[in-house]
């Protein structure tokens, strides 16, 4: 009986224009996703990425003719690889910084010449990772909700979609008195209820089905474009968590119908509530929310961290003593002259990378309090599922904050390592003077790598895929009960 009511309803929404509607516009908006992605977006950060990580090659290589060059001058900028899954969630990665800095920020040089003493001394400061940002906003991390990827199409247009497919399935048939008909044949009201939701549900699926399959054509029609296997396990499960999102709405719709005796009522009902948890709880509570976590500026970053290096060379000049004692340009230099101009270049470059990585974790902080807020809303928990699992967004663009800290110990070990296999060398980190003056082999030198495996993206994506089967089986259960205690009549 359940699939006859199912196939009874899939007939009805066929012949309905809502199911026209849907059908060209999820097409339409399917097609015009995988034409800009394939025709500008993706070659153009493809191109950017190649020709950045080129640059950032030679450069190392340039460096590894001298292993204490290498050391003083660090591995170069650190870049972010574009995520070829980008049209399902662009995740606002056009936003993003595409790369971390791994640079000093320029050569320095003091003369003195007294009576007492002459010095001489020129140096380049120690390098630390720097985090560029967008100088537009004052978080590129903070979330957005307008890319036409498939995060949008379907977290806002299904949604709607699924609403208009539901909302007359009772109160409809009760104005009609065909809900009594039925229900006079000895059905269950859990059968009612469960072929509606059937039906409605492989209606509904079929215009996303059709509007996916053309969007992935076209997407693996292109030669830029060139899906793993990996990749493409998690476009299946982005489909999955697709049509459980649709559930929701469609529960959500079966739910509030069946609270009605007319159908006006119960869309006034759900288009009201469409709006407050679809569009005005992702694109206003998160902005709303970052006012309870205040950032410190990037003038009043400046600030903290001229103060802290003035702090710094005030300490060890004090007298004097960090000239007086020698220069390390001196043949040969003494080796306490050498650990002192350690001590107060590894401390200013400990100094800044401290100040900018607490500013960055703020900065985290403060986008993970927004997304908690946000996910009040189901788009919300969905766009974060889709971003987790296409490797787009603020999760990805933490992960890739993590390699880059976790590179800077493997580059600073390697340093280390290479320099304790010369015996002529001082072994003092990190100074030009301590370290050794020997090339080092280029192949040997720890590349930076930042891939995204299946395991880890549905391991970033399973608290908002959590959520979203929770709510979906929440909706359930209320529609049930709801179409249980509802009067037929």
Do not use: C
């Not at 320029?106 to 990772?129: C, E, M, V």
């Amino acid at each position: 009986m359940i699939w006859h009511i199912a196939i009874r309803e899939i007939l009805d929404n066929l012949t309905r224009f809502r199911f026209v509607l849907t059908l060209i516009l999820v097409m339409a908006l399917m097609v015009m996703n995988a034409v800009i992605f394939v025709s500008s977006q993706y070659p153009r950060r493809i191109a950017e990425y190649s020709q950045d990580t080129n640059k950032a090659v030679e450069s190392v290589q340039k460096k590894s003719s001298n292993l204490s060059e290498l050391a003083v001058k660090g591995p170069g900028n650190l870049y972010k690889p574009p995520s070829p899954l980008t049209f399902i969630a662009t995740g606002e990665d056009a936003n993003l910084p595409k790369r971390v800095e791994g640079a000093s920020s320029g050569s320095y040089g003091i003369g003195k010449t007294t009576p007492d003493f002459k010095f001489n001394y020129s140096w380049s400061a120690n390098w630390w990772l720097q985090y560029p940002q967008d100088t537009s906003r004052k978080n590129d991390s903070l979330p957005n909700f307008t890319e036409l990827d498939w995060a949008f199409i379907i977290g806002l247009v299904m949604s709607f979609m699924a609403i208009l497919f539901t909302y007359d399935a009772i109160s409809g048939e009760r104005e009609t008195g065909t809900l009594s008909l039925l229900m006079s044949n000895s059905v269950s009201r859990a059968t009612v209820l469960l072929g509606k939701f059937i039906g409605a549900f492989l209606t509904i699926l079929l215009p996303l089905f059709i509007g996916i399959l053309l969007n992935l054509m076209i997407i693996s029609a292109s030669s830029l474009v060139s899906l793993s296997g990996s990749e493409w396990a998690r476009v299946g499960i982005i489909f999955v968590t697709s049509a459980i999102y649709i559930s929701i709405f469609l529960w959500l719709g079966l739910f509030i119908s069946s609270q009605f005796s007319n159908s006006s009522s119960s869309l006034l009902t759900l288009l009201l509530i469409w709006i407050v948890f679809v569009v005005l709880i992702p694109n206003t509570m998160g902005v709303l929310a970052s006012g309870f976590k205040q950032v410190s500026s990037r003038s009043e970053i400046s600030r903290i961290t001229k103060a802290k290096e003035e702090e710094i060379d005030n300490r060890h000049k004090a007298g004097e003593k960090l000239y007086r004692t020698g220069s390390p340009s001196d043949k040969p230099p003494k080796i306490e002259v050498i650990r002192m101009w350690a001590d107060y270049l590894n401390e200013h470059a400990d100094a800044k990378s401290s100040i900018n990585d607490d500013h960055l974790n703020k900065q985290f902080a403060q986008v993970t309090f927004t997304q908690q807020i946000t996910r009040l809303s189901p788009a919300a928990i969905y766009k974060y599922a889709l971003e987790s699992l296409a490797g787009t967004g603020f999760a990805r663009h933490q992960r890739f904050i993590q390699q880059t800290r976790r590179y800077r110990h493997q580059f600073a070990d390697f340093i280390r390592s290479e320099d304790r296999g010369d015996n002529e060398s001082h072994h003092v980190y990190l100074v030009e003077e301590g370290l050794s003056q020997k090339p080092v082999a280029f192949n040997s030198i720890p590349k930076f790598s930042d891939k995204l495996t299946l395991d880890i993206a549905f391991k970033g994506a399973v608290l908002d895929l959590t959520l979203l089967v929770s709510l979906m089986l929440l909706l359930f259960m209320a529609a049930s009960l709801g179409f249980m205690r509802s009067d037929i009549k």
